[in-house]
């Protein structure tokens, strides 16, 4: 059987050799990289595409250019720059996006909660225990407690002692606030959740991770299924 060798573009070498670079920490955060004549001759391509592949890993996160100094690594990834890469994909307006977006958010946020159960202190609980509260007073006000709901789910992110997660977390903010505010036009589903958050914020109460972290992503899974039967029920004023 004849194996078919996938060609790269010149962009896409140039690429690839620097993000190596990184990795195997020739090019530690901040470090500057060679001058442009210098890469051009280590590497054997043309200004346009050298320029080309630079610009391709600002646009990642991984660089910084600033004109006249030249290119830095990044110290870490940008929020932005993925953001950009994940806002086109996870699309809340796409069923299939969704699907992609609601697993995502299952598997991180469980072990945000995780984290969260293992790590909170008083502080963190004296916050969740005020979330649940601002979720009382606004169960009958859908706009408010879609945007209690959002909230709540970044309250718990900033209590995980991991950058990454509440980096991905902040990068899918738009299409996730977008879900929960119409996932809250429905009573039924807005009651659905405030019960879920008291369950799991119960759960960090007690420094139970592993329950944490199942309850979070039932919880997920639950919303985006009664998200999906709402679409199917007859539109009404509110759907109960």
């Known amino acids: 059987m ?12 140039v690429v690839n050799h620097i993000k190596a670079q990184i990795a195997a920490g020739h090019l530690p955060p901040d470090a500057k990289l060679p001058s442009e004549r210098e890469l051009q001759g280590q590497l054997g391509v043309s200004r346009f595409t050298l320029r ?4 391709r890993l600002q646009a990642l996160g991984l660089l910084r250019i ?15 720059s993925l953001e950009d890469v994940l806002s086109p994909m996870f699309s809340s307006r796409n069923p299939r996006h969704l699907a992609d977006l609601m697993r995502a958010r299952a598997l991180i946020e469980g ?6 159960a293992a790590g909170r202190s008083r502080a963190d609980l004296a916050r969740l225990d005020a979330h649940l509260a601002e979720g009382r007073r606004c169960i009958d006000d859908p706009p408010a407690f ?31 606030s977008e879900f929960l505010a119409a996932h809250a036009l429905s009573a039924h589903n807005r009651r659905a959740a405030a019960e879920s958050h008291q369950a799991i914020v119960e759960a960090i109460h007690r420094r139970q991770p592993d329950l944490a972290r199942d309850l979070t992503r039932r919880h997920i899974d639950a919303c985006h299924i009664n998200y999906q039967k709402g679409l199917t029920r007859p539109t009404s004023r509110e759907a109960s």
Request: glycine share 8%.
């Open 146 to 176: 879609g945007e209690h709901d959002f909230n709540f789910h970044q309250a718990m992110a900033g209590i995980a002692q991991n950058a990454f997660y509440r980096l991905f977390l902040e990068a899918i903010a738009a299409p996730v």
């Open 52 to 55: 080309e592949g630079l610009a």
């Open 2 to 13: 004849q194996t078919k060798l996938v060609k790269i573009s010149a962009v896409d070498a």
């Open 66 to 80: 600033e004109h006249g100094r030249g290119a830095f690594v990044r110290p870490g990834v940008s929020r932005q």
């Open 111 to 116: 072990e945000v909660a995780a984290e969260a």
